[in-house]
């Protein structure tokens, strides 16, 4: 059985997806990373919805935070991720629209946004640099709406 394909592509090309200039190989500072982010007129549109919100109130940022460690070693961290590009659902958990919101969807954004070359599998610097943009993502989004 094959899924069926998403009617939609999480990294889009176009201006929209591009990284600022001067990016290196090496994993991209989070200030810089999140000001990129807010010229993405693609990015900048995720946000949490009100039942996200609640999700996050009721089980804690730190719960929440758990599953998001649970997602990247599933879903981003294997050298070949199955389905990637796809693996990242648009809503149904507030760490999913984190990684839309981040670029850390898939192993293209994580490449073309973070510096982090796709076809190995994550270490743990790289899978800790992906909860920490999470984290301060889910953090401002709860200030922003609080
Ligand atoms: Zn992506």
């Excluded at 010229?39 to 900048?44: D, K």
């Excluded at 460690?69 to 199955?82: E, G, S, T, V």
Aim: proline letters at 8%.
């Amino acid at each position: 059985m094959r899924p069926r394909p998403s009617p939609i592509v999480c990294s889009p090309t176009g201006s929209n997806s591009l990284p600022a200039e001067g990016m290196t190989e090496r994993m991209r500072n989070l200030d810089e990373l999140f000001a990129a982010l807010d010229r993405s007129a693609f990015r900048r549109r995720f946000r949490l919805s009100a039942r996200d919100l609640d999700y996050l109130q009721d089980r804690t940022l730190p719960v929440v935070l758990g599953h998001a460690r649970d997602f990247i070693a599933q879903r981003l961290a294997p050298a070949l991720p199955p389905n990637d590009g796809k693996q990242t659902p648009f809503r149904g958990h507030p760490v999913f629209v984190a990684q839309h919101a981040t670029a850390t969807c898939c192993r293209g954004c994580l490449a073309k946004w973070h510096g982090i070359a796709a076809g190995h599998a994550l270490d743990t610097a790289e899978q800790a640099h992906v909860l920490a943009v999470l984290e301060r993502w889910l953090r401002s989004e709860q200030a922003r709406q609080s």
